[in-house]
Nanobody, 126 residues
Framework: QVQLVESGGGSVQTGGSLVLSCTASRYASSTGCMAWFRQNPGKEREGVAVIFTSAGSTYYADSLKGRFTISQDKANKKVFLQMNSLKPEDTAMYYC???????????????????WGQGTQVTVSS
């Protein structure tokens, strides 16, 4: 079992920045692929970014490239999401997720992920 705890959400104005953190109870084969998703009420969960924890490879939702950066601190079992130039449409609950394996072409399928955090709210006001 892996527990994931997110932090760092909050309210910012358009153009602002936030850094979300996800702390995993352990880094193991079960966390080979760690991702950030976001979701608004009544909408599907959307893949934001993913990092392959072994190789450090990163992939992003096409619409977010250049504004968001995912990174990790293996020693402290943390994954970060740096969010810059935030827009009102970035408002959502952000979730950290982990699974053993995912691919560069299929990482955005939420059903692949075995472990989820409780979420942290990001609100961007205009």
């Amino acid at each position: 079992q892996v527990q994931l705890v997110e932090s760092g959400g909050g309210s910012v104005q358009t153009g602002g920045s936030l850094v979300l953190s996800c702390t995993a109870s352990r880094y193991a084969s079960s966390t080979g692929c760690m991702a950030w998703f976001r979701q608004n009420p009544g909408k599907e969960r959307e893949g934001v970014a993913v990092i392959f924890t072994s190789a450090g490879s990163t992939y992003y939702a096409d619409s977010l490239k250049g504004r968001f950066t995912i990174s990790q601190d293996k020693a402290n079992k943390k994954v970060f999401l740096q969010m810059n130039s935030l827009k009102p449409e970035d408002t959502a609950m952000y979730y950290c997720a982990a699974t053993t394996f995912c691919s560069s072409g299929g990482w955005q399928v939420s059903q692949l992920y075995n472990y989820w955090g409780q979420g942290t709210q990001v609100t961007v006001s205009s």
